[in-house]
């Protein structure tokens, strides 16, 4: 496992064992069991959402007034199946929440210096990336009630724009806050190897300085430019000082971020051409360019 290496060995044994408790709760029935009875019982009671809107005729009325056989499809199949894949990706995202509470409590051996940014753990930050399918699962509920919003209620999409960020803001935010559980750990491990690396620079200038600064010439053949010490000192500032002192806070990349922003937003694309006709929109976009 590529996290035994980052806990003191007396402690492996129990990361193991944590490991393997939720392995046993991602393996188990009955979570799945609860999340598809969660998934039925809905649609056995009826759900408001599947209505009509009021006065607008829908597909979703038959001509003889009930239900027709597509929204009695989307009641008892898609709707159904839809919230039990959602429920078992948010089982999982909980277990994962579980899973990096544990750690930042084990106390993990972190180094600072890694090529990674994250103390050699950036590799959690591409796991957290993978639950941006939630985003995505959330923005088609979002985009698919902003229009019925637009098309029948007479909402326009610019007034919609403060929702619409507001959702890709917020679910943002909630899939990253669990990587916040091991900032303490980080920033903690980043501050003790700042003051190693920091008296360390500090002697590697004093031993420069002696050598060089107090000599009257360059004497001897003496090249700067050949030496160990400067090469030495210029190594040391651009790889293990800088790698520690530009160390995050979280295990998360840019490309993390970017990953679960985008899964979030590219649902709402839809509705830009509620706002704009594809024409209009493509017009714009060949004027603005040439």
């Not at 929440?97 to 051996?109: D, E, P, T, Y």
Request: aromatic share 8%; proline share 6%.
């Amino acid at each position: 496992m590529r996290l035994l290496p980052l806990v003191r060995p007396g402690r492996q044994a129990r990361l193991e064992a944590g490991f393997e408790s939720i392995r046993r709760l991602r393996d188990a029935r009955t979570p799945e069991v609860v999340c598809l009875v969660a998934a039925i019982v809905p649609s056995l009671f009826g759900m408001a959402s599947l209505e009509a809107l009021p006065g607008i005729s829908s597909w979703r009325a038959a001509d003889g007034g009930g239900p027709s056989l597509a929204v009695q499809w989307l009641n008892v199949v898609s709707m159904p199946l839809f919230r039990f894949v959602g429920a078992l990706w948010l089982w999982r995202f909980c277990l994962w929440v579980h899973l990096l509470w544990r750690l930042s409590r084990i106390g993990l051996v972190l180094r600072p210096a890694h090529p990674d940014g994250a103390g050699g753990i950036a590799f959690l930050g591409v796991v957290q990336a993978r639950f941006a399918i939630l985003a995505f699962a959330g923005g088609l509920l979002i985009c698919g009630e902003a229009a019925n919003q637009v098309l029948y209620l007479g909402e326009t999409v610019p007034g919609l724009r403060f929702l619409l960020l507001g959702y890709v803001v917020g679910v943002t935010a909630m899939l990253l806050a669990p990587l916040a559980l091991l900032a303490p750990t980080m920033l903690r491990a980043r501050r003790k190897a700042m003051r190693r690396y920091d008296l360390l620079g500090h002697r590697m200038a004093r031993r420069f300085d002696r050598r060089w600064t107090k000599l009257p010439a360059l004497a001897g053949g003496d090249s700067l430019l050949d030496d160990d010490d400067a090469s030495g000192m210029a190594d040391y500032a651009g790889g293990p000082y800088q790698a520690v002192k530009s160390m995050s806070s979280m295990p998360l990349s840019r490309g993390n971020l970017l990953t679960i922003v985008l899964m979030a937003a590219v649902p709402l694309v839809p509705l830009v051409f509620l706002a704009m006709p594809l024409a209009e929109l493509f017009a714009r976009i060949f004027s603005t360019l040439f």
